[in-house]
């Protein structure tokens, strides 16, 4: 069994910066793909980034290309958020995929979830 903890999701201005991180206990971390996802207000959950289990092949949503990183180490996946826009307000969830290296943005394709953390742009 695999735990998600995220972290880091604050109130910040609009333009200003931002990391999230997500924590990997229960299981090897390495051997998953990661993924970020946002669910706006009153919107469906969506993709954001992905990351391969090597750490090598990153994949990101057009809205967020150029300012969003995602990136890891062993048992910790990040989101690097800067130039922040108020429509980047959701909450933000982490998830791990254990079907392969490799998951992109499908949201079936993830097999374990995070509580998610709130981030505010305003």
């Known amino acids: 069994h695999v735990q998600l903890v995220e972290s880091g999701g604050v109130s910040v201005e609009a333009g200003g910066s931002l990391r999230l991180s997500c924590a990997i206990s229960?299981?090897?971390?390495?051997?998953?793909?990661m993924g970020w996802f946002l669910r706006a207000p009153g919107k469906e959950r969506e993709g954001v980034a992905a990351?391969?289990?090597?750490?090598?092949r990153r994949y990101y949503a057009d809205s967020v290309k150029g300012r969003f990183t995602i990136s890891r180490n062993k048992n910790t996946v990040y989101l690097q958020m800067d130039s922040l826009k108020p429509e980047d307000t959701a909450m933000y969830y982490c998830?791990?995929?254990?079907?392969?290296?490799?998951?992109?943005?499908?949201?079936?394709?993830?097999?374990?979830w995070g509580q998610g953390t709130q981030v505010t742009v305003s």
């Open positions: 998830a791990a995929g254990s079907s392969g290296s490799w998951c992109g943005l499908t949201q079936s394709d993830y097999n374990y």
């Open positions: 229960g299981d090897t971390g390495s051997s998953f793909c």
């Open positions: 990351i391969s289990a090597g750490g090598i």
